[in-house]
Antibody
Framework: QLQLQESGPGLVKPSETLSLTCTVS??????????WGWIRQAPGKGLEWIGT???????YYNSSLKSRVTISVDTSNNQFSLKLSSVTAADTAVYFC???????????????WGQGTLVTVSS | AIQMTQSPSSLSASVGDRVTITCRAS??????LGWYQQKPGKAPEVLIY???SLQSGVPSRFSGSGSGTDFTLTISSLQPEDFATYYC?????????FGQGTKVEIK
């Protein structure tokens, strides 16, 4: 059974960089057909897609965050990571990592999710 | 960016009711749409992908329809475990965008 687990600091100071890692177990981040993504949810709000990466390093970012976000993959440790720079209180959210199963004909979706981790931006 | 307008934002319904949630895309997205259910404090779970394909293990009372710009999630007979928030997600074009969510509450 595939499992994803987010890890990283729960508290980040304004203007600093938020860094999270998603460790994948029960499957490989290097398998073709699967992408790996980050989604966040501010307290009491809806879901926001942050970005997605393919194991060869191809990345896709939300344009609203593009200048501040970097997603990378570490195939040797079966992990992928999120870095969000110059954070403000508006970046306070639960951050989820997830696997995106890709297939032709629109038959693609996020099928496995981490439990989510709350990151608070505060001094 | 493609805007996903989801409605209603909330609804109250009774066990056994038929519930319909809609998502409208600001431009055509073929059938590149999924429906996700989220319960408080939990990660979302996919119910429907490709607009109408039922994810394995999801009860058949859930169904999805639509193509292009207008999509519907239907729960044919609401069960106690279905009280949750539902989101649509378009993955047709970047940036992928979610609808605002529909909270289904107990009447």
């Amino acid at each position: 059974q595939l499992q994803l687990q987010e890890s990283g600091p729960g508290l980040v100071k304004p203007s600093e960089t938020l860094s999270l890692t998603c460790t994948v177990s029960g499957g490989s981040v290097s398998r073709s057909r699967y992408y790996w993504g980050w989604i966040r949810q501010a307290p009491g709000k809806g879901l926001e897609w942050i970005g997605t990466i393919y194991y060869i390093g191809r990345t896709y970012y939300n344009s609203s965050l593009k200048s501040r976000v970097t997603i990378s993959v570490d195939t040797s440790n079966n992990q992928f990571s999120l870095k969000l720079s110059s954070v403000t209180a508006a970046d306070t959210a639960v951050y989820f990592c997830a696997r995106y199963s890709s297939a032709s004909g629109g038959l693609s979706y996020f099928d496995y999710w981490g439990q989510g981790t709350l990151v608070t931006v505060s001094s | 960016a493609i805007q996903m307008t989801q409605s209603p934002s909330s609804l109250s319904a009774s066990v056994g009711d038929r519930v319909t949630i809609t998502c409208r895309a600001s431009q055509g997205i073929r059938n590149d749409l999924g429906w996700y259910q989220q319960k408080p404090g939990k990660a979302p779970e996919v119910l429907i992908y490709g607009a109408s394909s039922l994810q394995s293990g999801v009860p058949s009372r859930f169904s999805g329809s639509g193509s292009g710009t207008d999509f519907t999630l239907t729960i044919s007979s609401l069960q106690p475990e279905d009280f949750a928030t539902y989101y649509c997600l378009q993955d047709y074009d970047y940036p992928w965008t979610f609808g605002q969510g529909t909270k289904v509450e107990i009447k």
